[in-house]
């Protein structure tokens, strides 16, 4: 059974940095795209950023030049590392993948696995 495990979360004063992990587990296959994302207190879901097969990455408008996605394809492991927090980062972060899809969607719909999530909360 494939498991995602995201991990890194936690409190964090806006201006600062967080950086999360996602660990995979039974998967004898490699993902093709994977990314994160992130559901803030009582919105839905957004990718926060994705990274396709062949190593291209998409950033949410909101992040970018803030936040950087990394993978270790063969270990289907996915990192993000976020600097400059803000209170509009507040949220739970979850690991998506997808085994054939080339590129994650910007709700989630369509990623065939899921970590649980791990949250973040920026505040002073």
């Known amino acids: 059974q494939v498991q995602l495990v995201e991990s890194g979360g936690g409190l964090v004063q806006p201006g600062g940095s967080l950086s999360l992990s996602c660990a995979t587990s039974?998967?004898?296959?490699?993902?093709?795209?994977m990314g994160w994302y992130r559901q803030p207190p009582g919105k839905q879901r957004e990718l926060v950023a994705g990274i396709m097969s062949g190593g291209s990455v998409d950033y949410a408008d909101s992040v970018k030049g803030r936040f950087t996605i990394s993978r270790d394809k063969p270990r289907n492991a996915l990192t993000l590392h976020m600097n400059n927090l803000n209170s509009e980062d507040t949220a739970v972060y979850y690991c998506?993948?997808?085994?054939?899809?080339?590129?994650?969607?910007?709700?989630?719909?369509?990623?065939?696995?899921w970590g649980k999530g791990t949250s973040v909360t920026v505040s002073s």
């Open positions: 998506g993948a997808a085994r054939f899809r080339n590129r994650a969607t910007r709700d989630g719909n369509g990623m065939d696995y």
């Open positions: 039974g998967a004898r296959f490699t993902f093709n795209a």
